[in-house]
């Protein structure tokens, strides 16, 4: 059935320029991947805001993907509202007009969002050496911080009840 197939295919005319090379469809699929890939990248680097989200979020990783999918819903919706910075922070609640500072409610020295929590908080640097392995962290190093790893984290801080 196979042959028949491909002879058939063979004798019938061409639609194109010559000369006439047939690609697999795995080629076309990655080729359509790699490029919407690039366009999106492009677009995620020229949108405005999103700063919370662009420190913390690495763009195309099927393996923080996978990480955050395998959590359950109530773990996600924690770890979605840490990585993009909605949440009952002073900063996002301040800027809401529900919070009357955006100071950290720890340190008092800099604006409290998740980023400020997992990267610089003074006040939380034993729980960051302990599990996040350094005292302080570079926002760069923060987006590869695996799933668990933030979650324990914010857990262990009672940050999550905030978020």
């Not at 080629?27 to 919407?36: G, H, K, R």
């Not at 420190?55 to 924690?78: D, E, G, H």
Request: charged share 20%; with cysteine; hydrophobic share 40%.
């Amino acid at each position: 059935m196979a042959d028949e197939l491909a002879k058939s295919g063979a004798l019938e005319k061409q639609i194109g320029p010559e000369p006439v090379c047939g690609i697999p469809k795995s080629l076309a699929q990655l080729t359509l991947q790699t490029y919407c890939n690039y366009h999106t990248l492009i677009c995620w680097r020229q949108l405005q805001g999103m700063n919370h989200s662009r420190a913390l979020i690495r763009p195309f990783n099927k393996r923080a993907a996978s990480q955050a999918l395998a959590l359950n819903r109530k773990n996600l919706c924690i770890l979605v509202r840490a990585l993009t910075g909605h949440c009952g922070l002073n900063r996002y609640m301040f800027n809401l007009k529900l919070q009357d500072t955006y100071l950290c409610r720890l340190c008092k020295e800099a604006a409290e969002t998740p980023l400020h929590l997992i990267c610089s908080c003074p006040a939380l640097m034993h729980k960051h050496s302990t599990l996040l392995g350094k005292h302080i962290m570079q926002p760069e190093d923060a987006k590869f911080l695996p799933a668990r790893k933030v979650l324990l984290f914010l857990k262990a801080t009672n940050a999550c009840w905030e978020i």
